[in-house]
């Protein structure tokens, strides 16, 4: 059945957005960005370097990407949600968060999909 005259369509999606990512292609993402973060600790203590620089750095890097890629074809945000304090806090916390924020995330949406 089509939608009702004056009722938005439930899940608007822009022809312009990215194709949905798989639960599992985002674990993996989320696992090769945990060994890069943590590539550069091993690498300084082996070494010697400064190793909180190169920690930092990639910490932030990672961040970024899983935000930009991942996240962003993994959630769809419901319109009465989308709201700039919502999405903007959410973003902020899975960034400054990301190790413990995305597997929360993947197991909510495992028992979503599961159950």
Do not use: E
Not at 20 to 37: D, E, N, Y
Not at 62 to 67: A, D, H, S, T
């Amino acid at each position: 059945m089509d939608s009702l005259p004056h009722t938005p369509d439930r899940h608007p999606v822009s022809p312009d957005a990215p194709p949905p990512l798989r639960l599992r292609t985002a674990v993996l993402h989320w696992s090769v960005c945990l060994a890069v973060w943590l590539l550069p600790i091993v690498a300084a203590a082996h070494w010697g370097w400064r190793w909180p620089d190169l920690h930092l750095v990639s910490y932030f890097v990672v961040g970024v990407y899983l935000n930009r890629r991942v996240l962003r074809r993994l959630v769809v945000w419901h319109p009465n949600f989308d709201t700039v304090q919502n999405v903007s806090s959410s973003k902020l916390a899975a960034f400054l968060f990301w190790p413990l924020t995305y597997p929360v995330l993947f197991f909510k949406l495992a028992v979503v999909k599961v159950l």
